[in-house]
């Protein structure tokens, strides 16, 4: 009776014990504060798993645009961002929000819009030419006004245009205020014209009405940096897992799963870490 006893209390002292390692030990996780093109390409559901088994660590992201994912990113609601407007992004750094800052991955920006092209851009290979031609014409645009990566990319081109068209004044002028996804499928709707990231429109494409019209410019390369959110300015964030996130995704191994990544035989990515540039994580 007395080993019976013995064993019992033996096995309640362990379950109790092992209660409260894993409720002081609870699994890592960070928060990834990204774009919405990483979202609605499928590239995160696709890499944060492989990441998680590789390294016991689980990822949740928030997709919004560029502006709203470094704000999150500055106020410490996140531990990394991995977002794509380098305007945005040194003005982030040079206040001390990030700890370090790398190249991951680019794409291209594109032109879409109806087969019927009623601005007549279709082959055009400049892009300020474009806008051009779609403001003169009147032609209806669609902008997702969110100061995304994209937004300040079509913005620029205005700018090159030297004009910046408003919804209050220009009625061919309209705002989604939504990510990519939800845009391109305005556009399409519509049978407007979008500026978009190559990656989104070639996973969605297949359920839009819309053509490539204009490729080509090298004013519309696109690309993304992962930063990982200083704890010194903010202690609060998980510094040394996103650390360990980004340094996963410009491995071998993360640079080799990003250009593997395909849909409908097109990478949607291209994988660009450089070791040499100054900031790396």
């Known amino acids: 009776m007395r080993w019976r006893v013995a064993?019992?209390?033996a096995v309640v002292l362990m379950v109790a014990g092992l209660a409260v390692s894993i409720q002081s030990h609870p699994p890592t996780s960070i928060i990834l504060a990204t774009t919405t093109s990483t979202r609605d390409t499928g590239l995160l559901d696709y890499l944060d798993p492989l990441f998680t088994a590789d390294s016991g660590i689980t990822v949740q992201y928030v997709a919004v645009g560029t502006g709203q994912a470094l704000d999150m990113a500055a106020r410490g609601d996140a531990d990394v961002a991995m977002v794509h407007a380098p305007s945005l992004e040194i003005p982030f750094m040079n206040a001390g929000h990030g700890?370090?800052?790398?190249a991951v991955m680019y794409n291209r920006f594109l032109i879409v819009g109806p087969a019927s092209d009623p601005a007549g851009i279709n082959g055009l290979t400049n892009a300020t030419q474009a806008f051009e031609k779609i403001w003169k014409s009147n032609s209806t645009f669609i902008t997702r006004g969110d100061n995304s990566g994209t937004n300040v990319k079509e913005l620029a081109i205005w700018a090159r245009?030297?004009?910046?068209p408003s919804t209050t004044n220009d009625s061919w002028y309209l705002d989604t205020g939504q990510g990519m996804g939800a845009t391109l499928t305005v556009a399409s709707e519509k049978g407007a014209y979008t500026l978009s990231d190559d990656g989104t429109f070639y996973a969605l494409q297949t359920s839009l009405q819309l053509d490539?019209?204009?490729a080509g410019d090298p004013f519309l390369f696109n690309q993304y940096h992962i930063i990982v959110v200083s704890p010194t300015q903010h202690p609060n964030v998980n510094a040394a897992a996103a650390l360990e996130y980004a340094h996963w995704l410009v491995s071998q191994r993360g640079q080799t799963l990003i250009a593997g990544y395909e849909i409908g035989g097109h990478r949607l990515f291209t994988p660009n870490y450089n070791p040499n540039d100054s900031g790396v994580c």
Do not use: D, Q
């Not at 700890?99 to 790398?102: K, N």
């Open 7 to 9: 064993i019992a209390v």
């Open 99 to 102: 700890l370090c800052r790398s």
């Open 161 to 164: 245009v030297g004009y910046i």
């Open 212 to 214: 490539i019209l204009v």
